[in-house]
């Protein structure tokens, strides 16, 4: 199946159904390794500032913990619903799978916009949640992170009604401040992520150790990334936030774009560079494009314009699948959503990994151990497309399906 309308469960599961053809891996087991293993709906009564009552509807899907706990995001979004967090929750399967890491895939949700609640209804939301699902949840059973809508806050809340619960927990949640036991380096590492394997393939493909760069989306994942790219050579010559875009030939800027931003400056405001449109900036002339904003904004309109030679997919799903085989006809390389924000989850197992031990380590420690986490990841990808002749997607997911199969053979589940 292909086509900008495919739903992100469908294109998941047709990326894993071409890895398992691909590995020849029998017909049934698909389900073993596609299916969710658990799933919970809960209504949640909370009562508003006003004296109402309203019941908002959550929802955890734990897709598959043979490899490791479930551990995935919690969205706070009026769109969220159990399909949309079962698409997500297998996305982190694999994730975790590919970057090795021991961990399974799972994600959470409330139907609810976060913005609209005030902030004890969203406490007193936050917390009806968890106790919902606390007993499913666990330092060695499933840890959340937080999503869209969600942050650091969000977990530290959560953390504090589980406590209540089970005692003094802060593993239970990754993406935590820093003074309740949250990691250096958390924020800045999906983009840091993503770099550092832009970086990798720019080089594998030719470009060199300096590309243009262009980053749709400057928030979280993609200002980090920009950061990163000008840290390691690279010159970024176009961003973008949801108003729209700037563009310098010449290379923006970054460190007094981030000044500006964090003065209050609106990105439309910043001196430099000449505004474009989200769209014009996706056909711009760069050798990297780093779609870090949204899901399904290269399709198959606007794939035969794109002029980059290499796509960082920093955002899940930026790609359609219809796109995606017009961009490989035509010879772009797309670096997987599953690889190029793998860092966000890496950290967060640095960040489990040091409350079990209760010992923090330095940002330079977290920084070189997600160094060293992304280039395996990327080096696995890249030999496997060019011993097998396949895209980058296409050998991520044979590599993580290949390594679940494997899981679930050792431990003899089926026996
Ligand atoms: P964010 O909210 O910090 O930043 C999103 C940016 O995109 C903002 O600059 C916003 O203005 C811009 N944007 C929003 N809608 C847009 C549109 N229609 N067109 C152009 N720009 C638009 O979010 P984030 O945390 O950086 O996440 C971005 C993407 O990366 C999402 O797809 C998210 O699921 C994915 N992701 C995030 C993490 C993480 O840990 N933050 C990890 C992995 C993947």
Redo the contacts with the bound molecule.
């Keep these: 199946m292909a086509g900008d309308d495919m739903q992100m469960l469908e294109a998941t599961v047709a990326c894993v159904n071409a890895a398992i053809a691909e590995l020849g891996i029998r017909d049934d087991m698909r389900d073993v390794i596609i299916e969710p293993w658990r799933e919970l709906t809960a209504g949640l009564p909370i009562r508003m500032d006003d004296g109402s009552v309203k019941v908002f509807q959550g929802y955890r899907s734990q897709h598959n913990a043979t490899r490791g706990p479930f551990k995935g995001g919690i969205r706070f979004h009026p769109a969220a619903d159990l399909a949309h967090t079962r698409a997500l929750a297998m996305l982190m399967t694999f994730k975790s799978a590919l970057v090795n890491i021991p961990f399974g895939g799972a994600k959470g949700g409330i139907q609810v916009d976060p913005r609209k609640l005030s902030e004890r209804e969203l406490i007193s939301l936050t917390r009806r949640y968890t106790r919902s699902i606390n007993h499913i949840l666990g330092v060695s059973r499933d840890i959340p992170a ?3 809508g969600t942050n650091s806050q969000t977990m530290a809340w959560i953390m504090d009604e589980y406590s209540a619960i089970h005692g003094y927990t802060p593993g239970i949640v990754t993406g935590k401040p820093v003074e309740l036991g949250g990691s250096e380096g958390r924020n800045e ?2 983009g840091r992520g993503a770099a550092i394997v832009g970086r990798l393939a720019a080089r594998d493909l030719g470009i060199g150790d300096s590309p243009t760069v262009v980053v ?7 200002s980090s990334a920009a950061r990163k790219f000008v840290e390691d050579g690279a010159k970024v010559v176009a961003v ?4 729209g875009g700037l563009y310098n030939k010449n290379g923006l800027d970054i460190a007094t774009l981030d000044a500006f931003l964090a003065d209050g400056g609106a990105m439309a405001d910043f001196h430099d560079g000449e505004r474009v449109t ?1 769209e014009e900036l996706l056909e711009l002339e760069a050798d990297v494009l780093v779609p ?4 399904g ?1 290269i399709t198959s309109e606007n794939a035969g314009d794109i002029k980059a030679k290499l796509v960082v997919e ?3 799903q ?1 790609t359609t699948p219809g796109a995606d085989e017009i961009l490989a006809d035509r010879g772009i390389k797309v670096l997987p ?1 599953i690889l190029a ?1 793998a860092g ?1 989850v890496v950290v967060s197992y640095f960040e489990w990994a040091q409350n079990i031990q209760q010992f923090r380590w330095g940002l330079e420690r977290v920084n070189n151990e997600l160094e060293q986490t992304m280039t395996a990841g990327y080096n696995a990808v890249h030999e496997h497309s060019q011993s097998h002749g396949v895209t980058y997607r296409s050998s991520a997911y044979s590599i993580a399906v290949e390594r679940l199969m494997r899981a679930i053979e050792l431990r003899g589940f089926l026996k």
């Design positions: 937080p999503d869209l590492s999906p749709q989306g400057y928030g979280q994942v993609g973008s936030d949801i108003s989200n870090a904003a949204i899901e904004v920093g955002a899940n930026p959503d924000n966000g």
